[in-house]
């Protein structure tokens, strides 16, 4: 075997899973398609991560990369294509190399979910934008809209008020989704929320310059002006390569594990946002203890469980 274990994601499960790997003896790679910390990076403010009571996105996932990497071979920008089975293990292939592996964990996360809404696609990077930590500064002084009432979405409008933007959100209910302590710094802060509407279209030329919304309740259609527009309405799981290995997954593609992070084929774990479920930091780190220990198993090493 080229590696004992190749950990797929180098996102706060990775990360994880790498530490617990080097330490209890097993030898790993960790991939990853850009150079780690995955969509945690994003985030403009992480509150209450042990530890940490507010720190930014990019500064833990920055601590975690610099304490995990001692422990683990970082095979940066090497996007994993391929899963398969080979003989007492896998093979991994890459889109550089192939390897072959005697356990996985897929630890990959999710992807932002799009509106699908015309215009959309056009005008991304030219005023729409699904990373608020990435691109809010072009936006200071100028007139933008989140879309979205989760955790995600109001952390974006908070980041977003402090940097000088005219925000706005976005939501198409009547109540935020987002933790309650989130929702009443939308209130201090006097950002205004458009209740019950969605955006049905993202128009201008070159660059964004009005919305197309709709009240859901009233029917009622209006355009209005905006400089940018943030799209925060949650995640898509990235489990293809699981699903292509037979995989279980759930109805919205979320891959199944038991209380050890195995999946549903023999020597394959998953860990962190992929998973679903409960989606935190804390949550992701756990899983991806979890099941580089449970590799232990696969791999034929004691563990005292
Ligand atoms: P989320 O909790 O799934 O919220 C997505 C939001 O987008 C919801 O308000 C949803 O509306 C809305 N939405 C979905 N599709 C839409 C569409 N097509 N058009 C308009 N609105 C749409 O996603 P998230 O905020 O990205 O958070 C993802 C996970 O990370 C969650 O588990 C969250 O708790 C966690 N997280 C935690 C923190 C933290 O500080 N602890 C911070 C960020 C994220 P509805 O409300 O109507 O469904």
């Not at 274990?5 to 617990?20: D, E, F, K, P, S």
């Not at 015309?118 to 002084?141: H, I, M, Q, W």
């Not at 999946?263 to 946002?273: E, I, K, R, S």
């Amino acid at each position: 075997m080229d590696t004992e274990l190749a950990v797929i994601g180098a996102g706060a499960a990775g990360y994880t899973a790498a530490i617990y790997a080097g330490r209890a003896g097993i030898d790993a790679i960790v991939f990853d398609t850009g150079m780690g910390g995955g969509l945690s990076t994003w985030a403009p403010r992480i509150e209450n991560y042990p530890g940490f009571p507010d720190i930014s996105g990019v500064d833990l996932m920055d601590r975690m990369k610099e304490h995990a990497e001692p422990y683990a071979d970082f095979h940066y920008n090497e996007e994993v294509t391929a899963i398969e089975p080979d003989g007492d293990g896998f093979k991994v292939t890459t889109a550089k190399n192939t390897y072959t592996a005697g356990a996985i964990i897929i630890a990959t996360g999710t992807t932002p979910r799009q509106l699908d809404v015309p215009g959309e696609n056009k005008l991304r990077g030219r005023g729409v934008s699904y990373c608020a930590t990435c691109d809010g500064s072009f936006f200071t002084d100028k007139k933008v809209a989140v879309v979205g009432g989760g955790n995600s979405a109001v952390n974006e409008a908070i980041y977003l008020h402090g940097l000088g933007c005219n925000v706005t959100l976005i939501h198409r209910r009547d109540q935020l989704r987002a933790e309650e302590a989130l929702a009443q710094e939308v209130d201090k802060k006097d950002i205004p929320v458009i209740w019950n509407t969605v955006v049905e279209e993202i128009r201008g030329d070159p660059v964004v310059e009005t919305l197309a919304l709709k009240n859901r309740k009233t029917g009622e259609t209006t355009q209005q002006a905006f400089d940018g527009v943030f799209i925060s309405v949650g995640e898509t799981p990235q489990s293809s390569l699981a699903t292509s290995l037979g995989i279980e997954t759930d109805s919205h593609g979320y891959i199944q594990t038991d209380e050890r992070q195995r999946t549903t084929v023999n020597g394959v774990y998953a860990a962190g946002d992929v998973t679903g479920d409960i989606r935190q930091i804390i949550t992701a780190c756990a899983e991806g203890a979890t099941a580089a220990l449970t590799s232990m198993h696969t791999l034929g090493k004691s563990y005292p469980f």
